[in-house]
């Protein structure tokens, strides 16, 4: 059973261009989340994607957005990069929108951007 | 709004002897409280969750967590710590009502000296 997989696994971009990252849920699930984790610092929820729609939005600027497609699978991309977007950008994937469950949300390995 | 603390950077303890690593939160409602581990430039790997229930949960590779309602905490304890658990730890937590978003502490620094 695959897990969650994330590319591309590391990325080096300059400020002011645009970055995509995908991601494919781990097999059965739904629901995909994105993260922000900065160095030395716990992940920062960005928003959830479920029945390719945003459904939830964490305190995270216009320039990223996201996207996910009728397979689940999910892109996150952000604009106009700034070098305080470099991160690790880590996707979790679960069953269900979540509006009282307990399910669990598991990571993949996480894509890490550089921002020069 | 739900937040978590982790109020000690770095948990050192010896080979063999017990290990814990202390988390509190704030929430509305009751929670939902997950531990997840992350080994160096790898992604988060669940651990344990308290859902209902009993207030003592176990999980994978030995750990256990704690659930108490009165000190809103959520200690995360292995009876006798590895080598190999070297890592770093992060608790979160999500309401059980109004979102799916998981609130993240900031992460313990977990070493375990042989």
């Known amino acids: 059973d695959a897990g969650v997989t994330q590319s591309p696994t590391h990325l080096i971009k300059t400020r002011g261009q645009q970055v995509t990252l995908r991601c494919s849920p781990k097999?059965?699930?739904?629901?995909v989340s994105w993260y922000q984790q900065a160095l030395g610092q716990g992940p920062q929820f960005i928003f959830q994607y479920y029945e390719e729609e945003e459904r939830q939005r964490g305190n995270f600027p216009d320039r990223f957005s996201g996207h996910q497609f009728p397979n689940y699978s999910s892109e996150l991309n952000v604009n106009a990069l700034l070098l305080g977007d470099s991160a690790l950008y880590l996707c979790?994937?679960?069953?269900?929108?979540?509006?009282?469950?307990?399910?669990?949300?598991?990571f993949g390995p996480g894509t890490r951007l550089l921002v020069l | 709004a739900q937040s978590v603390a982790q109020p000690e950077d770095q948990v050192n303890v010896a080979e063999g002897n017990p290990l814990t690593v202390k988390c509190t939160y704030s929430?509305?409602?009751?929670?939902?409280l997950f531990w997840y581990v992350q080994y160096p430039n790898r992604g988060l790997q669940f651990l344990l969750k308290?859902?209902?229930?009993?207030?003592l949960v176990k999980g994978s590779y030995g750990f256990e967590a704690e659930f108490n309602k009165s000190q809103t905490s959520f200690h995360l304890k292995k009876p006798s710590a590895l080598v190999s658990d070297s890592a770093l730890y992060f608790c979160?937590?999500?309401?059980?009502?109004?979102?799916?978003?998981?609130?993240f502490g900031k992460g313990n620094q977990v070493v375990v000296i042989p």
């Open positions: 308290y859902i209902t229930g009993d207030n």
């Open positions: 929430v509305s409602g009751n929670p939902y």
């Open positions: 979790a994937s679960s069953l269900g929108t979540g509006s009282g469950g307990g399910e669990t949300q598991y």
């Open positions: 097999s059965g699930h739904d629901t």
């Open positions: 979160a937590v999500r309401p059980r009502r109004g979102n799916n978003r998981l609130a």
